[in-house]
């Protein structure tokens, strides 16, 4: 079985991303499995994608290991362009927001331009070793479409999703918390991400480790 570290601290992100790759055989690991020091990564790109790529480079060179990365930005329609929170979801005029802070500052959005049609945007690096480089910000990789409110979910908020309890699913209406586990999971990481892993493994020319014994 091949250990894979996913570049994220946030416990959240790991669990949704482990859900949506059980198929596979492989086991990942957070950054806080790696009894080491954790390198400050600048995430300063214009993109989703070239965040994703600078923290998969500098946690592959701390710690040598096949490693992914993942970013994303977050696109409303109807806003001004300088409003776009785009790969600074989490950072405002500078300052990196807590969940709490996050909340507050959407809701606001929300509030002034009305209930926002919102889409994320999302990138991928993997980095299997120096020559073996495999990175995505494919469509398959977005989000679908859904309504950012002003109204939060009267009852469920799970830390390092905030914005899940501000978020509505356009098909059926109802809040991201209250759809079924499979559908949960399919909003915190899109199929994209396994295709992703399973177009590596063909390309990669099936390495022993991904296969199972």
Do not use: W
Not at 60 to 79: H, N, Q, W
Request: aromatic share 10%; net charge negative.
């Amino acid at each position: 079985m091949l250990k894979l570290l996913y570049g994220t601290g946030n416990a959240a992100k790991l669990d949704a991303m482990r859900n949506r790759l059980a198929e596979l055989d492989v086991e990942i690991l957070g950054l806080h499995d790696i009894d080491r020091e954790i390198p400050e990564v600048k995430e300063d790109g214009a993109t989703p994608l070239e965040n994703a790529r600078m923290k998969a480079l500098a946690y592959y060179e701390a710690f040598g290991i096949p490693v992914f990365s993942c970013d994303s930005g977050l696109y409303f329609e109807g806003v001004p362009e300088e409003i776009q929170p785009g790969v600074h979801v989490r950072t405002v005029n500078g300052k990196y927001l807590t969940d709490e802070e996050m909340l507050e500052y959407y809701i606001g959005l929300a509030r002034k331009y009305g209930d926002l049609r919102a889409r994320y945007q999302n990138a991928i690096c993997l980095v299997m070793d120096r020559e073996h480089v495999y990175e995505s910000m494919a469509e398959s990789l977005a989000s679908q479409p859904f309504l950012l409110t002003a109204r939060p979910h009267s009852e469920v908020r799970h830390k390092g999703f905030p914005l899940d309890s501000l978020s509505v699913d356009l098909e059926t209406g109802e809040y991201f918390y209250d759809l079924e586990e499979e559908q949960v999971d399919q909003v915190a990481v899109e199929d994209g991400f396994l295709q992703f892993f399973q177009e590596v493994v063909q390309e990669y020319g099936r390495p022993r480790e991904f296969r199972k014994e």
